[in-house]
């Protein structure tokens, strides 16, 4: 398979070279605001409660780069480790051209595919965010993104580019209610709503994609801490996490 890292390797050491702001195609953005933003959509009134944020607050982005590449890299399969660094910079820029926290990018995809690349779902998902090909079709052309066929859905950094796409419309469409847009990237959005109004709203993919969203942070602060905890000492809960939680 044919990775498109030329066009993303770069982004990583890019983003080292800055403080808490970074350019984004001609834009300074402020990627922890953003970062600690979304956080803070996605868990409302409980994000002060939650370990995570403890010294999540405080971590660099510098720390969001190691830690996204790390994690990458330990969860890709021993065939596409040596892609980790663009499947990483994958995540990175999307989440920052969405304004995304790039640690939920990954719970996602956790969740759908276990960063398997080569996933095949039982409905014709494919890849690491579990995408459909005329999904993928339909977002492309909404959001001007190039799109061959459902074969380029196996190469990560677009499934990647489309599944980002994909979140950030339904964000949109449902308010920026992180509850509402992770089930309707689940069940779809004309679904999700015919759901609601039998008062059946889904609620179990939701949760096990935030319990690996939180298990994944606390790996985050664990590796910002200054004693520099072991990445094995907790992957083994996020793995386990990924095996427990419902579907």
Known sequence: ?????????????????????????????????????????????????????ANADALKDQEVVSFVKE???????????????????????EAAH?????????????NESSFNPKQIGTSGEIGLMQVLPETAKWICAK??????????LFDPVVNIRIGAALLDQLR??????GRRYLS????????????ESSHMAPKAYVRAVM???????????AQGDSKMRSLVAWSSTVKSTVKSAPQ
């Open 1 to 53: 398979m044919e990775y498109t890292v030329a066009l993303w390797v770069g982004f990583g050491s890019m983003l080292l070279g800055y403080g808490s702001a970074f350019a984004y195609q001609g834009t300074e953005l402020d990627f922890s605001k953003m970062r600690i933003e979304h956080a803070k959509e996605l868990l409302g009134s409980s994000y002060q409660k939650k370990a995570m944020t």
């Open 71 to 93: 994690t990458t890299k330990m969860f890709l399969g021993k065939k596409d480790k040596s892609h980790a660094e663009a499947v990483a910079s994958a995540l990175m820029e």
């Open 211 to 221: 319990k690996r969203y939180l298990a994944l942070y606390k790996g985050f602060v």
């Open 184 to 195: 309707a990237y689940n069940v779809g959005a004309k679904k999700l709503k015919m759901l």
């Open 98 to 110: 969405y304004g995304l926290d790039p640690v939920f990018l990954m719970a996602v995809i956790l």
């Open 172 to 177: 949109k469409q449902f308010d920026s209610e």
């Open 143 to 152: 959001n001007h993104i190039p799109y061959t066929n459902a074969k380029s």
